[in-house]
C-alpha cells in the first residue's frame, strides 16, 4: 500500500507540488521566525557578553521605573570613590553612555533610524575598553570623536573627517578620531555609537557630576561574586550592582522581552498562513480521494481493506507533509534575512551576524509541516472506508458528500457563535490571556463560516455569476454552474482567501479608525499652531529648543511637553504627561470631565489631573491622593484635582507639572515643543526659522503644521500597515495556491466536458474564460465572506476602545480596493489550469474517461 | 451552392499514429464524396479507421497528408482557430456517450452551440426540434434526469440547432437499447428528410445502417465497399464479403 501512494504522489506531480508548496509557505515562516529571532538573540548575546570582557563587576543605577525606552537614570560621580574604597576592588572606572545623541550624516541627517538608539558614550580607559580600533585610535580632545564601523559607513566617514554630533547642546563639529567595532562584532545591535572624552561625553548629554555606569575589576583572588557581595554593602541602595555576567544576563532580557514580542507576532503571522494552508490541503485530499473512488474500490475488490486504504492516503499526506517541512526549513533560513529586511524597512535595525539554526526549529518545523498536513488529510482519508467495494464496477461513481446537512449547520452555527464569544470575552479581558482567547475565537469563527459557506455559495454565485453571465454569456453561465457544482468545494477554496482578506480588511479598518481617532482627538485638543518632534516623532529633543524658539519673531509661546513613565501604586509604567503649567492653556486643552484649563495653568508641583478612565481604574476621585515612584528613586505623592477623556492615548495616564521633571530623569530633554503663534504672525515664516534650527543647532527636531503632524502618524501608521499587509500577503499566497489547484483538479474531472464545449466549436479563448471566470466567482465569494468578517472583526475589537473615544469608520475605498485586488487574484490564479484546460487535445478528451 | 457538388469531398485521405515500426495507417488513401442532403453510414470492423475518417472529416482530428473540402473550405492544415470556427459553424456532431453538459438544461444544451457562437437561434427551427426530440415537460431537466435516449436525442438536437453543413454520428446507437436506438435512428432520418441535412454515422450495427441511403464499408484504412444502403439483410451481405474478401 505503502508503494501505491508513492506512486500516486509521484503520478500527480503538479497537485503534490501545490499542495506542497502551500505547506512549504506556511513551514517557511515559522522557520525564518526562529532563525530570525536566534539570530538576533545571539548577536545581542555577544555584543553584550563583548561589552563585559574584562569586567568583574558593573555598577548602574537601580533602575526605580521601567520605561520603555529604556533610559536609565544616571548616578551621582561620589558613587565612584566610594567603589574604589571598597576592599577587593583592583581597578574602576566611572563612564557615561547616553542613549539620546545623534550622528549627523553630511547633510545634517541625524544617521540611523527608529528604534536603535544612538549612544553617547565616553572613552573608558583600559583594561575595559571593549572597542577594537579598526581605524585611528581614541578621542583625545573635546574636539574629536570615534564611531562605530557600521554609522561610519552609513555616513560614508572616514578618519580625519569633520563629523557633527548632537546631544542635549546644540550640534557641535569634531574630528573623526576613530572608527572602531566591538570586539569582533561589528554591530551595535543596530545601535550607533559616539565616543568622546570623558569630559566632553558629560558635556553632550548634561551629565556634570554624573555616571551613567562603572566598570569594577576584581583584585588577585576575589570572585566576582564575592566582590559583588562587598559592593553591595558598601554601595546606596540607589544603585545596582551586577558581576559582569549578570549584567550581560540583564541586558539580554531586556531585549529578550522586545525579541519575544518580535517572535511572538510572527508566529502568528505564520499561524495564519499554516491555518490557511491546512484548508488547501484538507481540500485537495477531499477532492482526489472522491476521484479515486473507483480506484479505492477496485482495490477494496481485490482484498484491500479499509484500514488499508486509509493509511495508503495518509502515507501520501505523511510524505507531503515531510517534504514540505523539510524545503519549509530550509526556505525559512532562507527567508529569515527577508523578515529582516521587512523590519529595516521599518528602519527597525536590529543585529544579526550568522545564521542560528536551533535544534528546536528543525523540530518544531518538521513536526508542524507533517503534523498539520497529516491531520489535514484525515477526514478525507476516512471517508474512504464508506467505498463499498461495489463503486469500483459502476461507471464514474464517484464519493457523495456527506449530505448530513442540518447536524453540519448546527455544528457550524454553535462554532461560529462559540467563536464571537470567545472573541468578545477575550476583547474584554474576561479571559485570560486575552490575546490569545481572541486567536481562538478567531480560528473557530473562521472554521464556522467555511463550514456554513457551502449553503452560501449558491446565493453568493448567482449574487457574483449573473452579472458575469450576462456579459459573458455562456462562458459566464457555465462558470458560475461549475462553482457551484460541488459547493463544499468551492466553500472551502474560497474560505481559504476569506481568512487572510479578512484579517487584511479588519487591519485595514482599525487602521483606518486609529487614523480618524487621533485626527479628532488631536483636533480637539491641539491648539498650537506648529508641533515641534523629534524627526521620528517621538525621541528626546534638548529643552534648549525650546527657548530657541521662543526667540523666534511671532511666537508668541512655546509650551515643552515630557512623556514619561512612573510607578503608580507598586504598579509599572504609567504614562505621564509633564507640562509647563505657565504655557500649556495657550497651546493644549483636554477633554474635560471634572475641571477647566484652569486647573491646568494652576498645576501645582503636586497637582494632577487624571485619565478618567485611568481614575476609575485606579479607584481614585477628585481629591483623592496617589503615590508615584519616579525615576530618581524618590516618591512623589500627587493628588487629583481635575478628570479628563482622553480620545487617543495622547496624555497617558495623568499629567503633572514639569516642576518635577528632573525626579523624572527628564531635566534636560523633552518630547515635544507646541508652537502657540501671536495675531497675524506668518505660520510659514516661524517654520522656516525653525527649520532653520533644524539646520544648525538642533539637527534632529522636525517642526509641523497641525495637518503636517497629523499627516505624519498616518503615515507611521501606514508604514507599519505596510509590514502588517506584506505578512499577511503570505496567507493569501497560500490561498490562491488553493484555488489553482482545486481548478487543476476540477478541470482534470472534467476533460470530457471541455472536450465536448471544444467539439462543438468553442475556441480556446471561450474555455479560458469559463475557466478563469470560475476562478473569479470563488475568488469573489472568498472575497466577499472576508470582508464581511473583517468588519465584524473590526467592531468586536473596537468594543472596548469605544468608550475611549476610537470612532469605527469603514475605508469603503480601501475595501472596494482589497475586493477588486482578489477577483484579480482569482485571475491570476486561473492562469496556469484556464491555460491547461484551453490546450487539451479535443479528441483525447472525448476519449478520456 | 451548386447541388452536384458535395458537401464534404476527401481525396487520397491518409493518417498515421506512431512512427517508426509502431506505426499505424489508420487511414490509407480514403477518397470519399459526400453529396447534400444524403444519409451515409460507414461500417467496418473495429480498427478498420472508421472513427478516424469521421474525426478528420469533422475537423477533431488533421489527417497526415491529403485533403478536405467542407463546404467549400479546404481543412487540411487549417489551424486550431479556424478549426473551431468550422466546428461551430458547419459541423454538428454527434457522440456515442451523448456528451451532454451536466450543469446545463436540457434546451441549454440544445442552445449551447449558439450561445458559444454568440447567435440568436432560429426560432422556428428550434421549436422544430424541440418538437422532434419530443421531451415534453423534461426540457428544462438536466441531463442526469434524462434516459440514454432522450439524452442522445438532446444530443442530436444540438448537433442540427447551428443548420451546420454536415452532421456526423459516431456510434449514436452504441450505448443504447434496441426502443431508444429505434428513436434515435428516426430522428436522424428526420434530419435528412424534414430538415435536408447532410449526415454521416458511424455504426457497428447493420440495422443501424439500413436507416442510411449509402453505406461505406472500410477495412484497414481503405474503403472496400461503397453501396447503397438498403435492407439490414443487404448490409450483413455488405459486411460478409467484405470480411471473406
Known amino acids: ?849 | 451552392m451548386n447541388a452536384s457538388e458535395p458537401i464534404v469531398r476527401a481525396t487520397d485521405l491518409r493518417r498515421r499514429f506512431g512512427e517508426g515500426d509502431t506505426a499505424v495507417d489508420a487511414l490509407d488513401g480514403v477518397s470519399v464524396e459526400l453529396p447534400k442532403g444524403h444519409f451515409t453510414a460507414v461500417m467496418g470492423p473495429s480498427g478498420s479507421g472508421k472513427s478516424t475518417l469521421l474525426h478528420i472529416l469533422a475537423g477533431l482530428d488533421q489527417p497526415t497528408s491529403g485533403s478536405v473540402i467542407v463546404d467549400g473550405t479546404e481543412i487540411a492544415g487549417l489551424d486550431d482557430k479556424h478549426l473551431t470556427e468550422l466546428r461551430r459553424d458547419k459541423v454538428g456532431f454527434v457522440f456515442q456517450f451523448y456528451n451532454l453538459l451536466p450543469v446545463l438544461s436540457a434546451e441549454e444544451n440544445i442552445r449551447l452551440p449558439l450561445s458559444i457562437a454568440g447567435r440568436k437561434p432560429d426560432e422556428q427551427l428550434m421549436k422544430q426540434l424541440v418538437d422532434a426530440v419530443n421531451l415534453g415537460d423534461r426540457l428544462s431537466h438536466r441531463p442526469s434526469e434524462l434516459s440514454g435516449g432522450q439524452q442522445q436525442r438532446v444530443a442530436i438536437a444540438r448537433a442540427l440547432v447551428s443548420k451546420p453543413a454536415v452532421v456526423f454520428a459516431d456510434e449514436p446507437t452504441g450505448n443504447l437499447d434496441s426502443t431508444s436506438s429505434e428513436e434515435v435512428l428516426t430522428l436522424l432520418r428526420r434530419a435528412v428528410d424534414d430538415f435536408g441535412q447532410t449526415v454521416v454515422m458511424v455504426t457497428h450495427d447493420a440495422n443501424a445502417a439500413a436507416i442510411a441511403d449509402r453505406v461505406l464499408v472500410l477495412v484497414d484504412g481503405k474503403i472496400v465497399k461503397d453501396a447503397a444502403a438498403g435492407s439490414a439483410e443487404q448490409v450483413y451481405d455488405l459486411l460478409k464479403v467484405e470480411t471473406t474478401a
Open chain 1, 1 to 849: 500500500m505503502t508503494s501505491i501512494a508513492l506512486r500516486n504522489l509521484g503520478a500527480r506531480k503538479l497537485r503534490t507540488f501545490l499542495t506542497s508548496l502551500a505547506v512549504v509557505l506556511g513551514v517557511m515562516m515559522v522557520a525564518g521566525t526562529y532563525v530570525l529571532t536566534d539570530t538576533i538573540d545571539q548577536s545581542f548575546g555577544k555584543i553584550f557578553a563583548e561589552g563585559n570582557r574584562g569586567i568583574d563587576a558593573v555598577i548602574t543605577s537601580k533602575e526605580a521605573v521601567e520605561t520603555d525606552d529604556g533610559q536609565e537614570p544616571s548616578f551621582d560621580e561620589s558613587v565612584l570613590a566610594r567603589v574604589r574604597g571598597t576592599d577587593g576592588v583592583a581597578k574602576a572606572e566611572g563612564g557615561i553612555f547616553d542613549p539620546t545623541v545623534s550622528i549627523l550624516d553630511k547633510d545634517g541627517e541625524p544617521i540611523g533610524g527608529n528604534g536603535a538608539p544612538t549612544f553617547g558614550a565616553s572613552a573608558v580607559p583600559e583594561p575595559f575598553d571593549a572597542l577594537k580600533y579598526v581605524e585611528g585610535g581614541k578621542p583625545s580632545s573635546a574636539d574629536q570623536v570615534v564611531i562605530d564601523k557600521q554609522t561610519a559607513g552609513r555616513g560614508d566617514y572616514s578618519v580625519g573627517d569633520r563629523i557633527k554630533v548632537v546631544g542635549k547642546e546644540s550640534a557641535k563639529e569634531y574630528e573623526l578620531a576613530g572608527i572602531a567595532t566591538l570586539g569582533d562584532v561589528d554591530s551595535f545591535g543596530g545601535a550607533s555609537i559616539a565616543v568622546f572624552t570623558f569630559d566632553e561625553a558629560r558635556r553632550v548629554t548634561r551629565k556634570q557630576g554624573k555616571l551613567d555606569q562603572i566598570s569594577i575589576a576584581a583584585a588577585e583572588g576575589v570572585s566576582p561574586a564575592e566582590l559583588k557581595r562587598r559592593l553591595s554593602q558598601a554601595l546606596p541602595k540607589s544603585v545596582e550592582v551586577e558581576t559582569g555576567t549578570e549584567n550581560t544576563a540583564s541586558q539580554k532580557e531586556d531585549v529578550g522581552e522586545f525579541i519575544g514580542f518580535l517572535k511572538t507576532a510572527l508566529l502568528i503571522f505564520a499561524g495564519v498562513a499554516l491555518f490557511v494552508a491546512a484548508f488547501l490541503i484538507f481540500n485537495t485530499f477531499s477532492i482526489t480521494v472522491a476521484q479515486r473512488t473507483r480506484e479505492f474500490a477496485m482495490l477494496r475488490t481485490l482484498g484491500a481493506n479499509r484500514r488499508q486504504l486509509v493509511v495508503s492516503v495518509v502515507i501520501e499526506a505523511l510524505v507531503i507533509g515531510l517534504i514540505a517541512s523539510v524545503l519549509g526549513l530550509f526556505a525559512g533560513i532562507g527567508f529569515a534575512p527577508a523578515i529582516n529586511a521587512l523590519f529595516q524597512a521599518l528602519e527597525v535595525d536590529l543585529p544579526n551576524e550568522g545564521t542560528v539554526i536551533a535544534a528546536r526549529t528543525i523540530v518544531v518545523a518538521l513536526v508542524i509541516g507533517v503534523g498539520l498536513t497529516v491531520l489535514a488529510s484525515l477526514i478525507p482519508a476516512l471517508r474512504i472506508t464508506r467505498v463499498p467495494p461495489v463503486a469500483g464496477l459502476r461507471e464514474g461513481a464517484v464519493l457523495e458528500t456527506p449530505r448530513s446537512g442540518r447536524r453540519r449547520t448546527a455544528i457550524a452555527t454553535v462554532l461560529t457563535g462559540l467563536g464571537v464569544v470567545a472573541m468578545l470575552l477575550g476583547v474584554f479581558g474576561v479571559l485570560s490571556p486575552g490575546e490569545a482567547w481572541v486567536g481562538v475565537g478567531a480560528g473557530a469563527i473562521f472554521i464556522g463560516v467555511a463550514l456554513l459557506s457551502p449553503r452560501l455559495v449558491r446565493p453568493m454565485a448567482s449574487l457574483v455569476g449573473r452579472p458575469v453571465e450576462r456579459f459573458r454569456g455562456v462562458a459566464g453561465r457555465l462558470a458560475r454552474e461549475n462553482a457551484v457544482r460541488n459547493p463544499g468545494r468551492t466553500a472551502s477554496t474560497a474560505a481559504a482567501l476569506m481568512i487572510g482578506l479578512a484579517l487584511v480588511s479588519f487591519v485595514a479598518i482599525f487602521a483606518a479608525g486609529l487614523r480618524g481617532s487621533i485626527d479628532a482627538a488631536f483636533d480637539k485638543t491641539i491648539q498650537g499652531d506648529l508641533i515641534v518632534t523629534n524627526k521620528d516623532g517621538f525621541s528626546d529633543i534638548s529643552l534648549e529648543v525650546t527657548k530657541a524658539i521662543e526667540g523666534i519673531d511671532g511666537v508668541a509661546v512655546a509650551s515643552p511637553g515630557r512623556f514619561t513613565q512612573a510607578n503608580v501604586a507598586g504598579e509599572k509604567g504609567s504614562y505621564v504627561t509633564l507640562v509647563d503649567p505657565e504655557t500649556v492653556t495657550e497651546v493644549q486643552t483636554l477633554d474635560w470631565e471634572e475641571g477647566d484649563d484652569s486647573l491646568l495653568s494652576g498645576l501645582g508641583p503636586r497637582d494632577a489631573v487624571a485619565d478618567e478612565k485611568w481614575a476609575e481604574k485606579e479607584k481614585l476621585e477628585v481629591g483623592d491622593t496617589f503615590k508615584t515612584g519616579v525615576s530618581n528613586g524618590e516618591t512623589l505623592t500627587y493628588t487629583v484635582r481635575g478628570t479628563f477623556v482622553d480620545r487617543a492615548d495622547f496624555n497617558g495616564d495623568f499629567v503633572a507639572s514639569d516642576a518635577n521633571a528632573a525626579a523624572y530623569g527628564e531635566p534636560n530633554s523633552v518630547q515635544q515643543v507646541l508652537v502657540g503663534l501671536e495675531e497675524g504672525a506668518s505660520a510659514g515664516a516661524v517654520q522656516k526659522e525653525i527649520d532653520r534650527l533644524a539646520g544648525s543647532a538642533f539637527p534632529t527636531i522636525e517642526v509641523r503644521s497641525q495637518q503636517e503632524f497629523k499627516d505624519f502618524i498616518g503615515e507611521e501608521i501606514n508604514q507599519l500597515l505596510g509590514v502588517v499587509y506584506a505578512l499577511l500577503a503570505l496567507a493569501v499566497i497560500v490561498s490562491l495556491f488553493g484555488i489553482v489547484n482545486t481548478l487543476a483538479l476540477s478541470i482534470h474531472e472534467r476533460t470530457r466536458e471541455l472536450g465536448l464545449l471544444r467539439a462543438v466549436g468553442m475556441s480556446r479563448r471561450q474555455v479560458r474564460r469559463v475557466i478563469r471566470w470560475e476562478s473569479v466567482i470563488t475568488a469573489a465569494i472568498g472575497a466577499v465572506l472576508g470582508s464581511v468578517l473583517g468588519v465584524i472583526f473590526a467592531v468586536i475589537m473596537s468594543r472596548p476602545l469605544a468608550d475611549e473615544g476610537f470612532v469605527l469608520s469603514i475605508p469603503v475605498g480601501t475595501l472596494i480596493v482589497l475586493l477588486l485586488l482578489a477577483l484579480i487574484a482569482g485571475v491570476l490564479a486561473a492562469i496556469g489550469p484556464a491555460r491547461r484546460a484551453s490546450r487539451l487535445d479535443v479528441l483525447d478528451a472525448l476519449a478520456y474517461e
